[in-house]
Structures are given as C-alpha cells and as structure tokens.
C-alpha cells in the first residue's frame, strides 16, 4: 500500500514501510489545465505505479503532466503503467551545415522586428498557431501578451498576394518558433532560410514539438540529430 505525506511542499511516498522518495507538484501559470510533476524516487516498481497516481491525481484535482527522456525506458514504462500517456515529444536540433539536407533554395522573404506592423502581425499569426498546435496537450492560459513576450525580436516571413504564408522567429543562430498556412510553401521557405543562415552562422540550434508539423518539417530537413527527446506525459 502507498502512503503520501506532505513533507516541506513536496509528497513523500512510501511503500510498505519504506521511503521511495519524494513527487512535487506545481503550477506553471501558462498553461494551468494540467499540474505539473517532478519526480524524485528511488525505485520506478509499475506495480505501484496506479495507486500512487490515482492518489495524487485525486490532490491535484486535474490532470498531472510529466516531463521525461524517451531515452528513460524505466521512466516511461512508470508512467504509462500508471495510466498516462505521451502526448508530445520534444526534440532538440543542434546542427552544422553537413547535416543539413535540404538543398539550397533562394526564396524571398522578409525581416520585421518589434514596432513594425508586419511583426505584430506574425505574433498573432504565431499565437494561434501556437494555441491550436498544442490544445490537446496543455492549452496555453495566459494571455496575448504574455505569449507575445516570449518571442524573439526579430521575425522572418514570406508574403504571397500580400498574405503572410511562413513565419520564423530567429535569435542569433536559434530559430526559436515557426508557423506557416501552406505546408508546401513551409518547406521551401524553410530551405532559404537555412540556406540564409549558415551563411552567418557554423550552427543552427532549434526545438521541434511532434503536435506541431511546421516545425517536424524543419527538423527533417536535418540528419545526424538522433531519435530521442524529451516526452510529455498526461494523466487525464
């Protein structure tokens, strides 16, 4: 049997008399549907998994979000043994232009920065992009603002018939959020843009999330970065 204790504000476990460690459970006022969790246990038993769950889900009264390495076999196999399931995988791209295997494409596009009327623009392109990409994970809480201050201050876009089809937000070598209308414009678009900034750069850093294509498009357009990442886990 599972006891939970609320020691300093973390949750002790213990299982038959012995202490497994401790389960913090916090806010992250952003995204507030689910309760995020950070795990600090001694032992990851499945056969445990479901009691514990199920009564921390009932402290929490909402959904628990879990943050692991898919590369963590032990971890996973916890988690999903107590009832939750991945519902987004991370990956971080660090590339040089070797991996790079998209071709070269000379597309013109634009650059904005704050102040400029089509950099409002690509923010509230980006926000709902963002808002429906990852709606089925944790939606975003917060405000317009607030997302907004989270961008970089230079944005890059391509333009057709005076509509903005494909966006990126850059800092420095990062390309830090994408979006576009046109998957099929998103991928040219993206080639120029990297063809652009290996120009500059010897690397080029970004994230991708596997619920948002635009940015999987990006991440294929590269070799060499591996197959793990980071996994997010829900208990609904």
């Given at each position: 049997?599972?006891?939970?204790?609320?020691?300093?504000?973390?949750?002790?476990?213990?299982?038959?008399?012995?202490?497994?460690?401790?389960?913090e459970l916090y806010d992250n006022p952003q995204h507030t549907t689910n309760c995020y969790?950070?795990?600090?246990?001694?032992?990851?038993?499945?056969?445990?998994?479901?009691?514990?769950?199920?009564?921390?889900?009932?402290?929490?009264?909402?959904?628990?979000?879990?943050?692991?390495?898919?590369?963590?076999?032990?971890?996973?196999?916890?988690?999903?043994?107590?009832?939750?399931?991945?519902?987004?995988?991370?990956?971080?791209?660090?590339?040089?232009?070797?991996?790079?295997?998209?071709?070269?494409?000379?597309?013109?596009?634009?650059?904005?920065?704050?102040?400029?009327?089509?950099?409002?623009?690509?923010?509230?392109?980006?926000?709902?992009?963002?808002?429906?990409?990852?709606?089925?994970?944790?939606?975003?809480?917060?405000?317009?603002?607030?997302?907004?201050?989270?961008?970089?201050?230079?944005?890059?876009?391509?333009?057709?018939?005076?509509?903005?089809?494909?966006?990126?937000?850059?800092?420095?070598?990062e390309i830090a959020y994408v979006c576009s209308s046109d998957e099929q414009h998103f991928?040219?678009?993206?080639?120029?843009?990297?063809?652009?900034?290996?120009?500059?750069?010897?690397?080029?850093?970004?994230?991708?999330?596997?619920?948002?294509?635009?940015?999987?498009?990006?991440?294929?357009?590269?070799?060499?970065?591996?197959?793990?990442?980071?996994?997010?886990?829900?208990?609904?």
């Amino acid at each position: 049997m599972i006891t939970i204790q609320k020691q300093d504000g973390k949750y002790c476990v213990h299982h038959k008399g012995r202490q497994l460690g401790f389960i913090e459970l916090y806010d992250n006022p952003q995204h507030t549907t689910n309760c995020y969790v950070k795990m600090e246990l001694s032992s990851w038993e499945t056969s445990i998994s479901e009691e514990l769950w199920r009564k921390l889900k009932e402290i929490a009264g909402r959904p628990l979000q879990v943050m692991v390495d898919s590369s963590n076999v032990a971890i996973t196999d916890f988690l999903t043994a107590g009832g939750f399931v991945c519902k987004r995988k991370c990956y971080e791209v660090d590339a040089c232009v070797a991996d790079y295997v998209g071709g070269i494409v000379d597309m013109d596009f634009c650059y904005c920065a704050v102040g400029d009327q089509d950099y409002e623009s690509c923010c509230q392109t980006m926000y709902h992009h963002y808002l429906d990409t990852h709606k089925a994970i944790n939606p975003w809480t917060a405000d317009y603002e607030t997302f907004c201050a989270k961008l970089p201050k230079t944005a890059v876009y391509a333009k057709t018939d005076n509509s903005i089809l494909s966006i990126a937000f850059i800092e420095s070598n990062e390309i830090a959020y994408v979006c576009s209308s046109d998957e099929q414009h998103f991928h040219r678009f993206a080639q120029s843009l990297i063809s652009s900034m290996f120009t500059e750069h010897d690397r080029i850093i970004f994230e991708c999330d596997d619920c948002d294509r635009a940015a999987m498009i990006l991440k294929n357009l590269f070799v060499n970065q591996g197959d793990t990442g980071f996994c997010t886990f829900v208990l609904e």
